[in-house]
C-alpha cells in the first residue's frame, strides 16, 4: 500500500451502523492494542478556533523540547496535514505503513467504523510509533461522542470559543452546544475554557463541579493590543507583555490568551515550560488558511471562515487591515451552506465578487452564486475554472488591490495550486 492507496481507502470507509457512539473506535483501538493508553494529551473542542489554539499549544511545547504531536481537521492543502510531529507532517512511508497496519482490523468489524474513526485510530498508533512525549489532540465535531473521546483524562481540556454551528448534531442553544462540548471534561481533571455568555459559563462550572475538574477561565480582560500590521500583532496579556503573534485578527488574541492559560495549567501540573519556550512558540506558530498572506503582488489573502462567527471576524480583519484598500473577492461555497448569511455582512467592502465552483460534490456551481449575489445588489462574475478564478481575480485587484478568498475550505488547495503555476 502507497500512501495515495492508503488515503484512497481511508475516503472509501462508509458507516454501515445506526448508533452514534464511541463504541467502534473502542473496538478498533482495542484490536490495535490500545496506542492511546501510552499517549498524553491536551484535548481541544469548540466552534471555532480550535485549529489556531491547537497550533499555538503544539508550537510552544515544541519550544519546551517535547516531543509534539499535532491532531487537526480538516486538512487546507493535503490530507497529511491532520498528523503532525514536532510540526512535520506524516510522511507518505508512516501514513503508508500504520494505514496497512489498522486496515486488516478495521476490516474485521462487524459493524465499520465511519472515516473520521479510522483517521483518529491511526493518528492514535502513529504518535505513540513516534513515541510523543504529548499530543495535542483536536475534536472532530462536538465533544462528548466524538470518537477522539475515548482518551482517558488528559493533562487539559481545552474549550474554544462556541457558536451555533452543527445545530442538528449538537443542539438549538448555545447552552446545549457548550452541555456536548464538555463531554471532553473528564473526572479530577483540568480545564481552560474561552470566555463566553453567562449561560454557557454556568454549563462549563456545573458539569467540572460535578466531575471535580479544576476550571480555568482566559484572561479577555488583561489583554491589550499594542500594535498590529499584515506582518502580525504584538500585545500584553495580562502579566506577559509585548507578545508577538503572526495570525492576524482580534478573535486571535483571545485564542492566544485561551493558550497561555491552557500554558499555564500544564506548568502547575508539572510541565518544564519557560517564559521563552512560551514566547518563541507563540511567535513562531504557523497556522495557515486563516486570513493568511500568500502573496505581495498583489496582496492575495487566504480565510478558510465559513460559518457566521468565521464571518464576523472576517468583517474585523478587513476593517483592521484593508480599511481603503479595493478589494476583489474571489470566493466559492457549498451548496448545503447557510450562504446568504456568509455573504451579506461582506458585500458592502468588496468592489467585485469573482466566483468559482468549488471542488466538492457539495458545490454551488459559480454561475448560481454569482446570480445570487447580483441579487443581493454585489457585482460578480462567474469563471469556469478556480486557475480561471485566481487570474481573474489578480487582474482585477492591479497593483494597488487586495484579493481576498474566502467561502469554502474545499478551494483552498486549487487555488494555491493554481498561485503556483503562476510563480506566487
Known amino acids: 500500500m502507497n500512501a495515495t492507496e492508503a488515503i484512497a481507502y481511508i475516503h472509501s470507509v462508509c458507516w454501515k451502523g445506526s448508533i452514534p457512539g464511541l463504541g467502534r473506535t473502542q473496538t478498533l483501538l482495542a484490536k490495535m492494542g490500545n496506542p492511546e493508553k501510552r499517549l498524553k494529551f491536551i484535548h481541544i473542542a ?57 486496515k486488516p482490523l478495521a476490516d474485521s468489524m462487524e459493524e465499520s467504523p465511519t472515516e473520521f474513526e479510522l483517521v483518529s485510530c491511526i493518528a492514535f498508533a502513529y504518535f505513540c510509533w513516534k513515541k510523543c512525549d504529548i499530543v495535542v489532540l483536536e475534536v472532530g465535531m462536538g465533544g462528548a461522542l466524538d470518537s477522539t473521546n475515548v482518551i482517558e483524562t488528559p493533562e487539559v481540556a481545552v474549550i474554544t470559543n462556541i457558536g451555533l454551528d452543527h445545530t442538528e448534531y449538537l443542539g438549538d442553544t448555545l447552552e446545549k452546544i457548550a452541555e456536548t462540548k464538555a463531554g471532553i471534561f473528564k473526572e479530577n481533571g483540568r480545564a481552560v475554557v474561552y470566555r463566553s ?71 502547575e501540573a508539572g510541565w518544564k515550560i519557560s517564559e521563552e519556550n512560551i514566547r518563541r512558540g507563540i511567535r513562531e506558530v504557523r497556522w495557515p488558511g486563516r486570513f493568511d498572506v500568500v502573496s505581495r503582488d498583489p496582496l492575495f489573502i487566504i480565510d478558510g471562515g465559513h460559518n457566521p462567527q468565521c464571518i464576523e471576524a472576517l468583517v474585523t480583519n478587513i ?106
Open 197 to 267: 455568555t453567562p449561560g454557557v459559563e454556568q454549563v462549563f462550572e456545573r458539569v467540572c463541579a460535578q466531575r471535580h475538574v479544576q476550571l480555568k477561565k482566559a484572561d479577555f480582560e488583561g489583554l491589550r493590543l499594542k500594535a498590529h500590521s499584515l506582518e502580525g500583532q504584538v500585545f500584553d496579556c495580562g502579566r506577559r507583555k509585548d507578545l508577538v503573534l503572526p495570525l492576524l485578527g482580534d478573535h486571535q488574541l483571545h485564542n492566544a490568551a485561551v493558550v497561555l492559560a491552557a500554558v499555564d495549567t500544564l506548568i
Open 319 to 424: 476593517r483592521d487591515y484593508l480599511s481603503g484598500r479595493k478589494v476583489i473577492a474571489l470566493t466559492g461555497v457549498l451548496a448545503d451552506k447557510d450562504y446568504a448569511d456568509m455573504y451579506k455582512p461582506v458585500i458592502p467592502f468588496v468592489r467585485k465578487f469573482v466566483c468559482i465552483t468549488p471542488p466538492s460534490p457539495r458545490k454551488l456551481e459559480a454561475e448560481q452564486l454569482a446570480a445570487y449575489l447580483r441579487q443581493a445588489g454585489a457585482e460578480a462574475a462567474a469563471c469556469g475554472s478556480v486557475a480561471q478564478g485566481v487570474e481573474t481575480a489578480m487582474n482585477l485587484a492591479g497593483t494597488d488591490g487586495v484579493v481576498l478568498c474566502f467561502g469554502s475550505l474545499y478551494s483552498i488547495g486549487a487555488i494555491r495550486d493554481a498561485l503556483t503555476r503562476l510563480g506566487k
Open 46 to 102: 469548540g466552534t471555532n478556533g480550535k485549529g489556531s489554539t491547537a497550533a499555538m499549544l503544539a508550537s510552544i511545547l515544541q519550544q519546551a523540547g517535547y516531543r509534539t504531536g499535532l491532531f487537526t481537521s480538516p486538512y487546507i492543502y493535503r490530507f497529511h496535514e491532520r498528523m503532525q510531529v514536532d510540526g512535520e507532517q506524516i510522511s507518505d512511508e508512516d501514513l503508508s505503513a500504520v494505514t496497512e497496519f489498522v
